[in-house]
């Protein structure tokens, strides 16, 4: 059926991206989807949750890829990441404000 669908929503204009990967000898490289990139501009925040026991962390990050290893735990565990970054054309946006009624 029909239903209504409600946003994230946060003081500033961003764009993400999610999924989910897994280490392999300790590394994984998380390719992004090259339309996503067209949508956004300046520096990414990437949030990384292992499921498993193992401490991650972002050792790379590149033009269209970033790279996730573990400094200790399982080397193999998969993880869930997530990634934001400015609506491009709207970096500097912020709390824009709105006239009254």
């Given at each position: 059926g029909?239903?209504?669908l409600y946003a994230f929503e946060q003081a500033s204009n961003r764009f993400a991206d999610e999924g989910k990967a897994r280490l392999v000898n300790g590394a994984a490289t998380?390719?992004?989807d090259p339309i996503f990139l067209e949508t956004?501009?300046?520096d990414w925040l990437i949030h990384v949750t292992p499921y498993g026991n193992a401490s991650l962390y972002i050792a790379e990050i590149g033009k269209d890829y970033f790279v996730v290893k573990a400094s200790a735990g399982?080397?193999?565990?998969e993880f869930?990441?997530?990634?934001?970054?400015?609506?491009k054309g709207y970096a500097n946006v912020r709390l824009e404000e709105v006239a009254g009624p």
């Open positions: 029909q239903r209504k998380v390719t992004l956004i501009e300046g399982r080397g193999d565990v869930a990441w997530m990634l934001t970054a400015a609506r």
